[in-house]
Structure formats: C-alpha cells, structure tokens
C-alpha cells in the first residue's frame, strides 16, 4: 500500500481518463488495453512479496504503473511490452517520474528477458493459457511468480513458487480477466 500511495496513478493513464485514475476499476490506456484496477495491482503486487535486493521480470508494461509500483520495492525491474507505442510511452512516463530502475524493451513477453535472467520474481499481466516454460526457465530457484493464467472466460490467479531443486508449485486464487499473451508457436484465430 506504501508503494502504491508513492506512485502517481494519474501520470500513468490517458489525459482523458486521468479524473477516473483513482477509482478501482480498470482504465482503457490504447491499442485495446488497460490498466488494471488499483484492486488487482495491490493484490498481486502483495502477493509477489518483493524485496530490495530483488530482480523483478514484469509481462506487459503498458503505460508503466504497475512498473513503477514494483520499483518502489525492487532493485530493478525489467518490464517488456509488445506495442512499441506503449512501451515509449511507459518509458517517458517512468523518466519523467525518475524512476531510474525501470528497464523497458519491446517483445513479446512469452519469451521473457534471458540476457538478464534468472529473476527473483516474476510478473505477467496478460493471461497465457499455460505458464510458458522461457518464464518458468528464467525463474530463480526460491523465486516467485504471480500471473493470470487460463482460456479468456476462465482465467484464474495464480501464486507459482520454484524451490530450490528447481520443482514448481501453484495456487490457484481467483478468477480474473486480463488481456491475452499470446504464444508465439501457436496459431491465433482472428475473426474476418
């Protein structure tokens, strides 16, 4: 909550919505995204449970909210989002914010970031149907990684922690509704 009361919400939404930035729904943000609601941020930001010394790996930047939210507890953070527009956005917004532990790049997040893996934690803001194995891979042994996971009209929250042998756990929590990470090796129906 600490975090999230540091980190200006309204500098990280369109102008057009900036007078709604507090209210706990989700907001459009462009390109058929949102932002998630301060609920779902504070929830699976919490769940996370990140520490000073922690490198954290976030899927989907966005306008660089919950980005910034996890530098006010990280170390660094390594955010990556597929629309170039939104990833400069995000980055102009996190500079003008200094945030100097913010590291953007454009991709899709399926892969994650190897050239700085392993991290210590792992946040995924767009739901895949599984949890891809790169992610799974670039995952510290005692790291933790929260992310919706499921079909769009079943996706569910989960907690996954890797022990130290390298063996994933999951918690199922709640039902959620999050934008699509798509896995680059499968084929996408798009309607005509």
Same mark, same amino acid.
């Given at each position: 909550? =600490?975090?999230?009361?540091? !980190?200006?919400?309204? @500098?990280?939404?369109?102008?057009? !919505?900036?007078?709604?930035?507090?209210?706990?729904?989700?907001?459009?943000?462009?390109?058929?995204?949102?932002?998630? +609601?301060?609920?779902?941020?504070?929830?699976?930001? *919490?769940?996370?449970? !990140?520490?000073?010394?922690? *490198?954290?790996?976030?899927?989907?930047?966005? $306008?660089?909210?919950?980005?910034?939210?996890?530098?006010?507890?990280?170390?660094?953070?390594?955010?990556? @989002?597929?629309?170039?527009?939104?990833?400069?956005?995000?980055?102009?917004?996190?500079?003008? +914010?200094?945030?100097?532990?913010?590291? %953007?790049?454009?991709?899709?997040?399926?892969?994650?970031?190897?050239?700085?893996?392993?991290?210590?934690? #792992? #946040?995924?803001?767009?739901?895949?149907?599984?949890?891809?194995?790169? $992610? %799974?891979?670039?995952?510290?042994?005692?790291?933790?990684?929260?992310?919706?996971?499921?079909?769009?009209?079943?996706?569910?929250?989960?907690?996954?922690?890797?022990?130290? =042998?390298?063996?994933?756990?999951?918690?199922?929590?709640?039902?959620?509704?999050?934008? $699509?990470?798509?896995?680059?090796? +499968?084929?996408? *129906?798009?309607?005509?």
């Amino acid at each position: 909550m =600490n975090a999230m009361a540091k !980190v200006p919400r309204h @500098e990280f939404v369109p102008v057009e !919505v900036q007078p709604a930035a507090y209210a706990n729904v989700p907001l459009p943000i462009g390109y058929g995204k949102t932002i998630s +609601q301060p609920f779902i941020v504070a929830v699976m930001t *919490s769940l996370l449970d !990140v520490g000073p010394a922690d *490198s954290v790996l976030e899927i989907g930047t966005g $306008l660089g909210y919950q980005a910034a939210v996890l530098a006010e507890l990280a170390g660094v953070v390594y955010s990556v @989002e597929m629309i170039e527009e939104l990833a400069r956005s995000a980055k102009r917004r996190l500079d003008r +914010q200094g945030y100097g532990n913010i590291r %953007i790049k454009v991709g899709n997040g399926y892969y994650g970031w190897p050239e700085h893996a392993p991290f210590d934690k #792992m #946040m995924v803001t767009a739901a895949p149907d599984l949890i891809p194995p790169p $992610l %799974i891979h670039q995952l510290k042994p005692g790291g933790r990684m929260v992310l919706p996971v499921g079909l769009p009209d079943a996706q569910r929250l989960i907690v996954a922690d890797k022990d130290a =042998n390298g063996r994933l756990t999951t918690r199922e929590l709640l039902q959620v509704r999050f934008s $699509l990470l798509e896995d680059p090796d +499968q084929p996408v *129906s798009r309607p005509s």
